[in-house]
């Protein structure tokens, strides 16, 4: 419909609870494909093709995700990511050129909440955005009704209500996906759960093509809270380690 599709220069209200998606990227035929997909699945799509645009954009439009391109004009994608997530907290899915481990874990140090590496396939883009913003909707449930208490595993705590993690009492900043993951893993510690179990669990993704998202953001958990509180089961998943009683 006509009224989904708003510029990059001027916003359209949003009729109804339909979505807004900012889609950041450079190259047009791809822009295309992305914004016609996700219009098709109800979105409402604006595109911008810069790092400073797309800045402008996401602060007079207030999209409530962003599917951003790390290699973009003007200053790139990470850069956008930073400055956009110091205005408002708001799910990124970042798109990669490069299947760099490297650039990842930069993606995900900066505030995006899950990455696709191109090329890739269009139902499944459409499909990590309905994941990330189910997982932003339970996320304001949960700090509406919080799980109650804090969980103490030695230096590590956990703050269910807050969303908070701390070791040895300093703060420690994660993503929404990370502490997801965290409290998936400290739900049953010293378990191991699978590459597989974890997808579902805090992404709802049940394609094994998604476990090297579960990778990237384990190492960069790991970076976060200790590489040592995260044992990995080659071949099988992660487990959360817990001081020896």
Do not use: N
């Amino acid at each position: 419909m006509e009224q989904t599709h708003t510029t990059h220069h001027g916003a359209a209200a949003t009729p109804g609870p339909q979505r807004r998606v900012l889609v950041v990227e450079d190259d047009t035929t791809i822009v295309e494909a992305i914004s016609a997909r996700l219009r098709a699945e109800g979105f409402l799509v604006q595109t911008a093709a810069d790092g400073p645009a797309a800045v402008e954009a996401a602060e007079s439009w207030q999209p409530d995700l962003m599917v951003l391109d790390v290699m973009l004009p003007g200053f790139d994608g990470l850069e956008v990511c930073r400055r956009v997530q110091a205005q408002r907290p708001v799910p990124v899915l970042m798109l990669t050129a490069r299947d760099d481990e490297t650039d990842m874990l930069v993606g995900l140090g900066v505030g995006a909440d899950d990455y696709m590496t191109k090329p890739f396939s269009m139902r499944e883009l459409a499909a990590r955005v309905h994941v990330l913003l189910r997982r932003v909707e339970r996320a304001a449930l949960a700090a509406v009704a919080p799980r109650g208490g804090i969980l103490r595993l030695g230096e590590l705590e956990i703050d269910h209500a807050q969303r908070r993690v701390r070791v040895r009492t300093e703060d420690v900043h994660l993503t929404p996906t990370e502490f997801d993951l965290l409290v998936c893993l400290a739900s049953t510690p010293r378990a191991v759960l699978s590459r597989e179990q974890l997808l579902a669990e805090v992404w709802d993704w049940a394609d094994a093509s998604g476990t090297r998202t579960v990778d990237s953001h384990i190492k960069a958990l790991r970076r976060k809270i200790g590489a040592e509180r995260i044992r990995t089961v080659h071949g099988v998943g992660y487990a959360l380690e817990t001081p020896a009683q």
